[in-house]
């Protein structure tokens, strides 16, 4: 009950960075950076981040959870230590888009699908399709099967998207990128109608 609880209301990303030690909730927040202001150019897109090049960029604010962009920082840097695999969209030195996938806990033979999100004034512009792509043309011939799981909880907190609104992008967004998308089995998909796991081998 726990477990369905929290898939409900903790964002996937934030679920394992706290079960595998990538982020400490009661643990001190680093010091605001001083974040560059976003272009309004077309976003490069970094098919694998390199964690000594990401010491050196900002997240912007409200890409991934958690929402503040330092502790998002520390939590990615931490993720990449143990071999998450991290694809970036860059204004300059700012992140404004991830795309972050790391060995699944429950299936020894796939890869799991953590997070995509975008900084909200780059979204509406296909970023999230570009980075998705990226991250999957970057997979080599026989690497693992790449699984997601998204549940009410992907969502921005600061504002969400009517559930069936969210649901529909995620699908199309997954459908377009090769995954095969279906409605999550019970008990998930009992108490969350919207949703839905995927599996791109």
Avoid: C, N, Y
Avoid at 59 to 75: K, T
Avoid at 136 to 165: F, H, K, N, Y
């Amino acid at each position: 009950t726990v477990a369905l609880v929290e898939s409900l209301a903790m964002p996937r990303l934030l679920r394992e960075a706290v079960a595998r030690g990538w982020f400490d909730a009661l643990g001190p927040v680093p010091a605001p950076a001083d974040a560059p202001k976003p272009g309004v150019g077309s976003p490069a897109v970094i098919d694998r981040l390199e964690s000594h090049v990401l010491d050196r960029l900002v997240l912007a604010e409200r890409v991934v959870a958690p929402s503040d962009p330092m502790a998002g920082h520390a939590l990615i840097a931490a993720a990449m230590h143990q071999g998450a695999s991290v694809t970036a969209a860059l204004e300059g030195t700012l992140v404004v888009g991830l795309v972050i996938s790391a060995a699944s806990r429950s299936d020894p033979m796939a890869d799991e699908l953590l997070a995509v999100g975008v900084a909200p004034e780059w979204r509406r512009r296909g970023l999230a399709t570009r980075m998705l792509e990226s991250h999957i043309g970057a997979r080599r011939p026989g690497d693992r099967s790449l699984l997601a799981e998204l549940t009410v909880a992907e969502r921005d907190a600061v504002e969400p998207l009517e559930a069936g609104t969210r649901a529909a992008i995620a699908r199309g967004l997954l459908e377009r990128a090769g995954f095969r998308v279906r409605s999550a089995d019970a008990p998930l998909g009992a108490a969350d109608r919207w949703a839905i796991t995927a599996r791109i081998d």
